[in-house]
């Protein structure tokens, strides 16, 4: 079957990632369900890590950069006075430190002072390439990492709760694409003269786009497809006649009324055939799509 036609699966699942399931777990259950291995997401979650992981479906795939603005919002609770290998619970422990006499306004202070950073150093357990490996793969084998800073944006960081017999603190951070959470809780313990490590992570919204729309792997269907007008704003779909489907399909600069979307997805009657951004005066062919 012609996965471009209209009959074929093309679109995007807003899925509530649970704990345990890796992003590709998710994958998998999208492929069985809709019958395709062109699958893929966008922000890869940890398994231990919840919340919102963007599907594509079919040639849809070709446009999750279109979707990732770079701005991603996570919930966390940070658990104080322990760190793992991994930053989180699913590691082992690899140092313990006493927690001081902290209150709101000293957590606030060192809040103040993190926004304010421009890089960050990853976790060792991290997909980051060392000389052509993944660093959690030399980490694992007990390899020594030596991973140099990231240029980073943290937006926003809020705290939402501390509790000071458990040493438990939960916050809220909206940040800059390449951020790892796992590294800002370990950067959060040692400003406020401790370690630490992550007990729970959730993201909330990637972009524009929120987990308050999503739904649990368990419940994706077929009928949970969202066409990309629905979830990308800029996006216009226009359907057009053959001979102008043909100039499309061979990446030609198209015009179109000035008051059109900035973003066109072209379709004929029977496939969608390319996506258009207006440059200039004219629409030029950002992409295509495959077809028979």
Not at 198 to 217: D, H, N, T, V, Y
């Amino acid at each position: 079957m012609n996965e471009m036609t209209k009959n074929a699966p093309f679109g995007f699942l807003l899925v509530d990632k649970e704990e345990g399931m890796t992003s590709t777990d998710v994958d998998r259950i999208a492929k069985r369900i809709f019958k395709t291995r062109r699958v893929g997401h966008l922000g890869t979650l940890d398994p231990f890590a919840t919340g919102l992981l963007v599907l594509a479906v079919g040639e849809a795939t070709k446009m999750l950069p279109l979707l990732d603005d770079g701005k991603k919002t996570y919930r966390a609770t940070l658990a104080l006075g322990k760190e793992t290998d991994t930053l989180d619970k699913t590691g082992t422990t690899i140092r313990t430190l006493s927690v001081p006499d902290i209150d709101v306004d000293d957590i606030q202070r060192a809040f103040s002072s993190l926004a304010e950073r421009k890089c960050q150093i990853p976790p060792s357990y991290s997909a980051k390439r060392i000389d052509g490996r993944r660093a959690y793969d030399i980490a694992r084998e007990g390899g020594k990492i030596d991973l140099p800073p990231i240029p980073i944006a943290i937006e926003r960081l809020e705290l939402l709760s501390y509790d000071k017999n458990e040493q438990l603190l939960s916050f809220e951070t909206t940040v800059s694409k390449g951020t790892y959470i796992r590294s800002l809780g370990r950067d959060i313990a040692q400003a406020l003269g401790t370690c630490g490590h992550l007990l729970s992570l959730r993201r909330l919204a990637i972009g524009p786009l929120s987990l308050e729309r999503a739904q649990p792997s368990s419940s994706i269907r077929t009928k949970n497809l969202l066409p990309p007008e629905s979830i990308l704003p800029s996006l216009k779909v226009i359907e057009v006649d053959k001979a102008l489907s043909k100039k499309a399909g061979n990446g030609c600069p198209l015009i179109f009324p000035t008051e059109m979307s900035p973003l066109l997805l072209i379709r004929d009657e029977e496939r969608n055939v390319a996506v258009y951004e207006k440059r200039g005066g004219k629409y030029h062919c950002r992409f295509g799509f495959a077809h028979d």
